[in-house]
Each structure stands twice: as C-alpha cells, then as structure tokens.
C-alpha cells in the first residue's frame, strides 16, 4: 500500500544569493515516464553547492539544491517495470542523472550525458523540458540534480539505486555524489594500479573517500594534503598513510621525501581552486596522473608549468563523477560491506530549516568530511 503523498512539503529555496536559502512551503512534485519520487531522509551537503548559492555558477532562480540524496521511494512513475524499484524501498539517489538515450548515454558514458548538462546543469530542468518543482502558485522552480533539499524529490530512474535496509539512511545521503564521485575518480579517472604512490590534495567529504577507496584498490602509500590538522587525522584514521599541512610544511618538499625523492604517481585534486592545483602538479612525480576533481568558483584557470607537463610526460584527467548506471551499486555495495566509511565521513547533520547554518560553516571550511541534511 503507498504511503500517502501531502500536496505540499517544505523545501530550502534560493530566490537571491544574497537572501541565501529560505524554507518555503510549496508543491510535493510528482513523478513522471521513468522516474520515481521518494521521502527524502538525508541530503549531503557539497561545495558545489557552495557556488551556486554565491553566484559564482550561474543557476535559473527560484532553485533548489541538493544533488545527493537518499530515501524512502513513495510513487514509481510509467515506465520503470524494468527497474527493482518497489514502494517502501530505502534508496539513495546520484547526482549525475543520465537520460539514457543520448549519444553519450548509449555509448556507457553516463558522466558525458549532454541532456544532463544542457537541460539539468544549465536550466534546471529534467528531460521533458519541465521542473518538477513549483510553488503553491504555480511558480517554476528549478531543480540542481533532483533538488534534494525537500521532503520530496524526484528522481529519473536511471541514477536511483537500492540499498539495503540495515544501511544508516541519513548518512547514505553522501552516496550519490561524495562517494560517487570518489569511486569515479580513483576507478575511471586514474584507474589506479595495485602500489601505486597516491596523494589527495583536499580531505573533505570527495577526498576522504578517495582515501578509502586509493587503499582498498591496492595503494602503497595514500598522502594526505591539507590545510586543517583536524581533517587530515581523520584521514590518518580512514587510512591515509600519510599527512601533510601545506600551511606548515612546503608540500613538495614533505611528499618527495615521504616517496623517495619521485613525487606521486597519482595526484586527486578534489576541491577545485588554483592554489590546490598548484600544489597538485607541484608534488606529481614524472610520468604521473592528476585527476581533477573539485569544481571551480565559475569560470576559474589555473597555472600549468608547460615544459614540465611535456617534458615529464605527465598527464591531468579530468574526472567528473562516474558512470552512474554502472557504478553506483558498487559504491553502495563497498558501502554496506564496510570498505567505504560512510557513517564515519558524516560529521555533522543539520535540520532543513538550519541548512543555510550548515553551509555557511562549509564554507569556512568548518566541516570534516560531510556534512548531511537530516529531513
């Protein structure tokens, strides 16, 4: 039997970057041809978030945020007979939502889905051309992914994966894009070999998980770069072998060292500023691999020394989450198998009405790992 749906819900709403968000009351959306809606139970808290709520990623506005999420599935829209999908079943939601018909989807590469980008990323819109959101008074109200910060949201199938139910599913919120975009990373973007040297520059909620991940793939040694003592013993504790506070020590000097004098083979950037870059291609060894990952503020470059690039045939690989289709059962299962620390990652959990608290202290880099909205 399903659960009864309100015709309205509470959701954190961006009107103007400098109002910041406020809970409004609007309409519960619903779901249409091969999509599902769930009762949100946790929505991560990213810093891509972070740059939509300042300005510096341009976003159709009224928006709602909150591109990972897990739940509770209340309605299954036409079209998912295909889909393990039943009502009642807990679930976590991925941030990049593949169409699954485009060229790119067609081809496997769900991360390069060009509706996802052109209609999702760009006009807040799913794949009919409409928003599911609106307000009481039929106000369009766009979406960033699936909107998560509701009590509702809507999910194309196609980036909704079930979890267990002895899985926390508050804390596997940070599924769909934190350990997502992780498990992206480390397996698609560096496809990283057994020894490897690794180091992730930035241990937030991406890069914990990378640390996680760099270990149970076979990583020799995993270093750990950071700016806050704090974050980098919990990554001491989620087994990076080593740590280093660029503040306090010249981070080539320190990961030359700790390497033998080659620098790392494997180099995660995961926070998407300039002077993480720096400190990226500073530290990668001759012949390495650094995987970008964090999102810049808007329209961001980043210096890149030319002759070395050329010279020490280095290579950088952007990597943007993963293919989610494929790719987020797996993380849900290294989850629920204890290979991912999820729980662990979660270090603070706000209600919907403090979320604005919440990412005011992301963004003073006052947050271990993830952060998560508790509905």
Same mark, same amino acid.
């Given at each position: ?7 309205? =819900? ?8 400098? @109002?910041?968000?406020?809970?409004? %009351? ?9 999509? +599902?809606?769930?009762?949100? %139970?946790?929505?991560? =808290? ?17 928006? +709602?945020?909150?591109?990972?999420? *897990? ?25 990049? =939502? ?10 496997? #590469?769900? @991360?390069?889905?060009?509706? /996802? /980008?052109?209609?999702? #990323? ?5 794949? @009919? ?38 899985? @926390?599913?508050?804390? *596997? ?46 990583? #020799? ?19 990076? %072998?080593?740590? $280093? ?6 981070? #080539?000097?320190?990961? /030359? ?12 950037? *995961? ?8 400190? !990226? ?28 690039? +050329? ?19 797996? $993380? ?6 204890? $290979?991912? !620390? ?7 959990? /706000? ?23 508790? =509905?």
């Amino acid at each position: 039997m399903s659960p009864a749906i309100p015709e309205t =819900m509470k959701a954190a709403v961006l009107r103007d970057p400098k @109002d910041g968000l406020h809970v409004e %009351t609007i309409r519960t959306p619903r779901p249409r041809s091969r999509e +599902v809606l769930i009762k949100v %139970t946790g929505c991560g =808290m990213c810093h891509s978030d972070l740059h939509v709520l300042g300005g510096a990623i341009a976003f159709p506005k009224p928006a +709602v945020l909150g591109h990972e999420v *897990a739940g509770q599935i209340v309605e299954i829209g036409p079209g998912c007979e295909n889909y393990p999908f039943e009502v009642g079943q807990k679930v976590a939601g991925g941030f990049l =939502m593949p169409c699954g018909t485009c060229e790119a989807c067609n081809a496997g #590469r769900d @991360d390069l889905c060009a509706p /996802f /980008f052109d209609m999702n #990323r760009l006009k807040g819109l799913l794949y @009919d051309g409409e928003t599911r959101l609106a307000t009481t008074d039929g106000e369009p109200i766009a979406m960033y992914s699936m909107g998560g910060l509701a009590e509702y949201a809507v999910i194309p199938a196609t980036a909704v994966q079930p979890i267990p139910e002895d899985m @926390d599913e508050v804390a *596997a919120g940070i599924l769909g894009c934190a350990a997502l975009t992780a498990y992206g990373a480390v397996r698609r973007g560096a496809d990283l070999r057994h020894g490897e040297t690794v180091a992730v520059v930035a241990v937030g909620g991406v890069g914990s998980n990378i640390i996680q991940l760099c270990r149970a793939f076979g990583a #020799r040694q995993v270093i750990a770069v950071d700016i806050a003592d704090e974050k980098l013993e919990a990554a001491r504790e989620l087994g990076a %072998t080593h740590a $280093v506070n660029s503040t306090t020590q010249d981070a #080539r000097e320190a990961v /030359f060292e700790m390497t033998g004098g080659k620098g790392a083979e494997v180099v995660f950037e *995961a926070l998407g500023r300039p002077q993480s870059w720096e400190t !990226s291609l500073n530290i990668l060894a001759d012949g390495g691999r650094m995987v970008p990952i964090g999102l810049g503020a808007g329209v961001q470059t980043a210096p890149v020394e030319i002759n070395r690039l +050329v010279r020490r045939s280095q290579r950088i690989i952007g990597s943007y989450g993963a293919l989610t289709r494929q790719d987020l059962k797996e $993380v849900v299962r290294l989850a629920h198998t204890g $290979v991912l !620390s999820y729980k662990e990652i979660v270090s603070r959990r /706000f209600s919907l009405d403090d979320a604005s608290k919440g990412y005011e202290l992301l963004k003073k880099d006052g947050i271990r790992g993830r952060a998560v909205v508790q =509905m």
